[in-house]
């Protein structure tokens, strides 16, 4: 069984936020994922021109115009 759980750390313990039914004593894996608190600006601003040079901007906007602009194939939604 696996099943996603949340927790809180309290006094060096791990304390469950969620509900779980586990048989008393039995043993479980954990697997500890830091969840951030907020976001990392500085992150974004590292990820900044990251795809300079991968994908031609121009050739992309002709592609999506083309593609807005094509018949569409979906039936119109009854309002």
């Known amino acids: 069984?696996?099943?996603?759980?949340?927790?809180?750390?309290?006094s060096g313990m791990?304390?469950?936020?969620?509900?779980?039914d586990l048989p008393e004593g039995?043993?479980?894996s954990v697997m500890i994922m830091d969840m951030?608190?907020?976001?990392?600006?500085?992150?974004?601003?590292?990820s900044a021109g990251s795809w300079k040079g991968l994908v031609d901007a121009d050739a992309l906007i002709e592609q999506i115009y083309a593609d807005r602009s094509r018949p569409s194939d979906r039936p119109v939604p009854r309002l």
């Open 14 to 20: 791990l304390e469950l936020l969620d509900k779980v």
């Open 1 to 10: 069984m696996s099943k996603t759980v949340r927790a809180r750390v309290k």
């Open 26 to 28: 039995q043993e479980v």
């Open 36 to 46: 951030a608190e907020k976001d990392d600006e500085d992150a974004f601003k590292r």
